[in-house]
């Protein structure tokens, strides 16, 4: 089967050295489409969708920044986050017309110890893409879900200390 031009060009741009030094695909030989397929499938069999997923990132993206590199404690106190600032953005290997921050999320918990950028949000949201397995900068399904269910603990509706988007408590 003749290779199709499009995912050519996709690879092409997650290469290392092209957007990002150590690329996006790491050492992974499936197609994008099977690498997104095989996350996003192990996400939805723990109930969860990339929205939740990337909206956690969000979260924990800005409180970290609010801190200004100080390690912060969220999520009840079972994680720990602090943002490293880097110069400049990283445009969307999609070529979406997304250009993220360069800065990476240090996140560590009893269980977890994961780094993050704003990128990997949008990845997660608007393109179901964890990265290919061996990448520098995968973000593991299991591990996403694992954050999740630290910081998303199920409440009761209207619980006080339900985490909200708008601030009023950290995630």
């Known amino acids: 089967m003749k290779p199709d031009p499009a995912e050519k060009e996709l690879r092409e741009r997650m290469r290392p050295g092209i957007l990002a030094k150590d690329g996006f695909l790491g050492t992974d030989s499936r197609t994008i489409a099977d690498i997104i397929e095989a996350d996003v499938a192990e996400i939805e069999a723990a109930g969860l969708d990339t929205a939740r997923i990337a909206e956690l990132l969000e979260d924990l993206l800005l409180a970290a920044?609010?801190?200004?590199?100080?390690?912060?404690?969220?999520?009840?106190?079972?994680?720990t986050v602090r943002f490293i600032e880097g110069m400049g953005r990283i445009p969307c290997p999609f070529a979406c017309g997304f250009r993220g921050r360069k800065g990476v999320v240090e996140l560590t918990s009893p269980t977890l110890n994961l780094q993050f950028t704003a990128l990997h949000a949008h990845l997660i949201r608007g393109h179901g893409f964890f990265q290919g397995r061996g990448a520098a900068f995968r973000l593991e399904p299991a591990d996403a879900v694992a954050l999740y269910r630290i910081c998303r603990k199920p409440q009761q509706p209207d619980a006080p200390g339900t985490p909200s988007r708008d601030g009023a408590t950290s995630p």
Do not use: H, K, S, Y
């Not at 920044?65 to 994680?79: D, F, I, N, Q």
């Open 65 to 79: 920044e609010e801190a200004l590199e100080t390690p912060r404690r969220l999520c009840g106190g079972a994680v």
